[in-house]
């Protein structure tokens, strides 16, 4: 069974230009998270998405990110413009079933902003 | 809002020996699930063990075994006979349980703390 699949794994930007990350959760995995890690920290939720429907964006900063979860399957995660504190380790996983008990995790993408 | 903590940014141990990782959390519901994620340079988190609150007896896998003291709110990871391939990250986590009305089903993690292994 394939994994969380997230890409590019590496992207190197200038600040204010615009960045998108990719992510395809496991098969069947009706629930996809977004996290993003910054250094020396633990994961922090962005956006929880039940099939194609954000059930949880409280902690996304609307302003320069949004996210789309098109026919329930991938997501996106984009940044624009792109801020020097935006230099994290985005997170993607994926869970299935009304327990959702585990979440599986992609390797990540790291995003470095200069 | 729940809180994790965990208290050791770093720890070591030699290998084939034991070393136990601390993690207390903050919240005031009584149904949740607990975990401890491992993540290796790599990045991907990486599940290591599982606890559900309602559960008395500890969670074991293999090597791992956790310490879960409800009224305490403490959550420790013990490693049995460590590895070189232990060395990592690991993160403690909380998530309410589905069961629970109106919960947050994020996982909400702690700091980390970064293991060692010296052969």
């Known amino acids: 069974e394939a994994g969380v699949v997230q890409s590019p794994r590496y992207k190197i930007i200038e600040k204010k230009q615009p960045v998108a990350f990719w992510c395809n959760p496991i098969?069947?995995?009706?629930?996809l998270y977004w996290y993003r890690q910054n250094l020396g920290q633990g994961p922090e939720l962005l956006i929880r998405y039940e099939n194609e429907e954000a059930v949880d964006d409280s902690q996304l900063p609307k302003d320069r990110f949004s996210a789309e979860r098109l026919k329930g399957v991938d997501s996106t995660l984009k940044i624009q413009p792109a801020e020097l504190g935006d230099s994290a380790v985005y997170l993607c996983a994926s869970s299935k079933g009304v327990a959702r008990t585990e979440a599986f995790f992609g390797q990540g993408t790291r995003l470095t902003v200069v | 809002a729940q809180t994790v903590t965990q208290s050791q940014p770093e720890m070591s141990v030699q290998e084939a020996e034991t070393v136990t990782l601390s993690c207390t959390y903050d919240?005031?519901?009584?149904?949740?699930?607990l975990f401890w994620y491992k993540q290796p340079p790599s990045r991907q988190m990486i599940l290591v063990i599982r606890?559900?609150?309602?559960?008395?007896q500890n969670a074991t896998e293999n090597r791992f075994s956790v310490n879960f003291q409800k009224a305490a709110k403490s959550f420790s990871l013990k490693i049995s006979d460590s590895q070189l391939g232990d060395a990592a990250m690991y993160f403690c986590a909380y998530r309410t349980s589905y069961r629970s009305q109106g919960g947050s089903e994020k996982l909400v993690f702690g700091k980390g703390t970064k293991l060692t292994v010296n052969p």
């Open positions: 606890q559900e609150a309602y559960k008395q």
């Open positions: 919240t005031s519901e009584s149904d949740y699930y």
């Open positions: 098969s069947g995995h009706n629930t």
